[in-house]
Structures are given as structure tokens and as C-alpha cells.
């Protein structure tokens, strides 16, 4: 069964420090997401991703973070400058159409802990 | 402001035992409701995708209703097992193109043998 793959599963880094999360996201898909979950709170919206450029963006994803499919397959998440609260699970998720009720396929996080 | 609400924040229950979680709205527009499984560490999993005109849907063990004129909805799951245990996610979608999901916080259920 196809699935949303994300790299590292976990990355220590330390603060002011640049991470790159990567995720590939199912094939065929067109919609790309990222999400965050600070442990023992609720998943958040961060950003949303359709032909190439941002849909929609959080308040959370401020100047620090940008998105990027660089080559068809990765979408990756960058934060520059790292801050102790970004210390979070991500979460990316893909879906395939415009169908609005069309499945929503999450990875199975990368656990980011700033230092 | 566009809102999920769950309850119970938390659910311990016996194996085989039956269970009920709830979901409040106040999310508009409202498109679809989902309802996801996430298991500790994990990414969630959809369970069930409901629209408007859906009163309520089944998959396997778990049972959603829907009832859009009071903005409720709710999870339930029969016969429940040891994996079961996680917690369970309710999400509105607020528009047409299922762009901009609304989050709950989360129904952790724990079923002990």
C-alpha cells in the first residue's frame, strides 16, 4: 500500500541551528501538508501546498519555515533558525484530488528536540 | 472562531466493552467531518470521512454518526480490543476543497485486558 515517507524519524539540534525535514509524499498525489504536534497537544496546521507554490499558511509558519519540492518527489520543511518551542513532532500528510473529501494520508512524523 | 471540541479528554475501558466518544463543531463553512486513530508516536490514520448529507458511516468496529444540524458527532466502537488504545482525532474540513482542517484535541482511549 502507498505511504507518506518522512526523514529523520528524529533530529536533536541545537538552537539557532537550520533543519531540513524531508517527506515524500504518495505519487500520484497532489495536495501537500506539513503539520506539527507538540507532545500532549493537538495537531496544528502549518502549511499547505498545491501546483507548486503555498495555498494556505498558519500563523505558525512565519518567516523561520519554508516548504520546497525541489524535484518532483521531496517536499521538504525548513526551519532557519531554530527556537526551543519549534521542539515538536511533524507531521506531513498528502491527498490525492480535488475531491473534497478525499483522503488525508499522514507520514509517520519526524520528531524534531532543539536544544 | 472555528473550533473541535471532544470529550472525554480520556477513556479507560475494558477489552470487549463498547465506547462512544463525542465530537462538537463550530467550524464554518462546514464541508466534511473525519475521524482519525493515532496511535502514540505515530501519524494518524483515517477511520471515517463523512459530508453533509451523511448521517453515519461504518468501518469495520467503528461507527460514525453525524448530525449537522447540531453540530455534533460521534465515534462508536464496538467489541473493543487491546489495539484500540490511542487516541482518536476529529477533524472539520471547512471548505470545498478540503484545503483548511480544523483539529480536536483528541480522545485518548486506553483498553486494558
Known amino acids: 500500500e502507498p505511504e507518506v515517507t518522512q526523514t529523520p524519524s528524529h533530529q536533536v539540534t541545537q538552537m539557532g541551528q537550520e533543519v531540513i525535514l524531508r517527506c515524500v509524499p504518495i505519487?500520484?498525489?497532489?495536495?501537500f501538508y506539513w503539520y506539527r504536534q507538540i507532545l500532549g497537544q493537538k495537531v496544528e496546521f502549518l502549511v499547505s501546498f498545491y501546483n507548486n507554490e503555498i495555498s494556505e499558511k498558519s500563523e505558525i509558519f512565519d518567516d523561520q519555515f519554508s516548504v520546497e519540492r525541489p524535484d518532483g518527489s521531496n517536499f521538504t520543511l525548513k526551519i532557519r533558525s531554530t527556537k526551543l518551542e519549534d521542539s515538536a513532532m511533524y507531521f506531513c500528510?498528502?491527498?490525492?484530488?480535488?475531491?473534497?473529501?478525499?483522503?488525508?494520508?499522514f507520514g509517520e512524523g519526524s520528531r524534531l528536540t532543539v536544544l | 472562531k472555528n473550533q473541535v471540541e471532544q470529550s472525554p479528554q480520556s477513556l479507560i475501558i475494558l477489552e470487549g466493552k463498547n465506547c462512544t466518544l463525542q465530537?462538537?463543531?463550530?467550524?464554518?463553512?462546514?464541508?466534511?467531518l473525519r475521524w482519525y486513530k493515532q496511535d502514540t508516536g505515530r501519524g494518524p490514520v483515517s477511520l471515517t470521512i463523512m459530508t453533509f448529507s451523511e448521517n453515519t458511516k461504518s468501518n469495520g468496529r467503528y461507527t460514525a454518526t453525524l448530525d449537522a444540524d447540531t453540530k455534533q458527532s460521534s465515534l462508536h466502537i464496538t467489541a473493543s480490543q487491546l489495539s484500540d488504545s490511542a487516541s482518536y482525532i476529529c477533524?472539520?474540513?471547512?471548505?470545498?476543497?478540503?484545503?483548511?482542517?480544523?483539529f480536536g484535541p483528541g480522545t485518548r482511549l486506553s483498553v486494558l485486558p
Open positions: 477533524v472539520v474540513s471547512r471548505d470545498n476543497y478540503g484545503q483548511n482542517f480544523v
Open positions: 505519487s500520484n498525489h497532489l495536495y
Open positions: 500528510a498528502s491527498r490525492a484530488g480535488v475531491a473534497n473529501t478525499g483522503e488525508l494520508f
Open positions: 465530537c462538537n463543531y463550530t467550524v464554518s463553512p462546514f464541508s466534511n
